[in-house]
């Protein structure tokens, strides 16, 4: 609904994300999604998310899966700007899925952490894997 906007920065591979994306849907939500692995990054737009997020790249950084500790990254010594250095250069090293709305913005994991970022929220959500979410929380 373009009354409230609701954007998803997407990776269709990960289970997180693709719940995150369906519970947004079932709210009655027609999200943007940014299939982020596709379009890349810019460092205004990663500051920009990190702003509204009150984080900083580490807090978004997704070590699993990626070359982050290859690059150095998990370092501690590693500083914001090396790490959003590399997150322009690698787009897989941003953890996903983030939402940003009206409400803020958040890396939704889990993906339950999506609910409060929305006006509506479904009656009831059966993720992927079964399980079924308990909506008492945002009622």
Not at 8 to 15: R, S
Not at 18 to 35: C, F, H, K, Q, S
Not at 59 to 83: F, M, N, S
Request: proline share 9%.
């Amino acid at each position: 609904m373009s009354d409230f906007p609701v954007t998803i920065y997407h990776n269709p591979a990960c289970g997180t994300s693709r719940n995150a994306l369906a519970m947004i849907e079932a709210a009655g939500y027609r999200p943007t999604v940014i299939d982020y692995l596709q379009t890349g990054w810019t460092r205004a737009l990663l500051e920009e998310l990190l702003a509204a997020m009150g984080a900083r790249p580490r807090d978004i950084l997704r070590e699993k899966g990626t070359p982050a500790a290859e690059l150095g990254l998990t370092d501690p010594a590693a500083d914001d700007g090396a790490i959003l250095d590399a997150m322009l250069a690698h787009p897989i090293l941003v953890n996903r899925p983030i939402v940003r709305t009206p409400r803020g913005a958040r890396l939704c994991r889990p993906s339950e952490r999506v609910f409060d970022l929305l006006e509506r929220v479904p009656d009831a959500f059966v993720k992927e894997d079964g399980e079924v979410v308990d909506m008492s929380p945002w009622r």
